[in-house]
């Protein structure tokens, strides 16, 4: 059964870090794609951050590049979002997404619940 538990967020100021985890289980597929998304209050879920399985690619949305870092584990059991230089519209919830492809199969999505990031101004 696969599992992705995010943790790390909390009440920050304008201008302070935090840092995201997702603890990924079960989760076997050698090829994926590892992503951070949020959703504010009345607004759509968006990208946040994306990571290939790999590592080697990434991707970030324009309102957090230069503040934000997406990283993962070589184990592929920890996905990771360092938050820099956070203002307050970057308050939402946070989740933790994993797809995995296998040839010939549609690919496989699964979510985690999400964590609050509240950034006061």
């Known amino acids: 059964q696969v599992q992705l538990v995010e943790s790390g967020g909390g009440l920050v100021q304008s201008g302070g870090s935090l840092r995201l985890s997702c603890a990924v289980s079960g989760f076997t597929y050698s090829i994926a794609v590892m992503s951070w998304y949020r959703q504010a209050p009345g607004k759509e879920r968006e990208l946040v951050a994306a990571?290939?399985?790999?590592?080697?690619?990434?991707n970030y949305a324009d309102s957090v590049k230069g503040r934000f870092t997406i990283s993962r584990d070589s184990a592929k059991t920890t996905l990771n979002l360092q938050m820099n230089s956070l203002k307050a519209e970057d308050t939402a919830v946070y989740y933790c997404?994993?797809?995995?492809?296998?040839?010939?199969?549609?690919?496989?999505?699964?979510w985690g619940q999400g964590t609050q990031v509240t950034v006061s101004s």
């Open positions: 990571i290939t399985s790999g590592g080697g690619s990434t």
């Open positions: 997404k994993a797809v995995g492809f296998e040839a010939g199969r549609p690919p496989v999505t699964y």
